[in-house]
């Protein structure tokens, strides 16, 4: 079980490569766990704050401490 007190570092060099910017604003956004290939998507909506928040509590709980911002 995880004590939700790791540091989850995020890359987003993926996403500046394909949008020529930081991820920013509100939409629908996916991130990538560790070695994991498969995304996981923020629930609805949401500005990347509120996604990123919610994917640093996601990572976590997986006991990952590296999340990637998809494209």
């Given amino acids: 079980m ?3 007190s790791q540091k989850v570092e995020f890359s987003t060099s993926m996403y500046v490569l394909a949008h020529g910017h930081s991820p920013r604003g509100r939409g629908g ?3 990538y766990f560790g070695n ?3 995304p996981w ?3 609805g909506s949401k500005t990347y704050t509120e ?4 994917a640093t ?3 976590q709980y997986r006991n990952v401490s590296r999340v990637v911002v998809g494209s």
């Fill in 51 to 54: 996604a990123r928040k919610e």
């Fill in 36 to 38: 994991d290939e498969t």
């Fill in 57 to 59: 509590r996601e990572a």
């Fill in 2 to 4: 995880s004590t939700f």
């Fill in 41 to 43: 998507f923020a629930a």
């Fill in 29 to 31: 956004w996916a991130f």
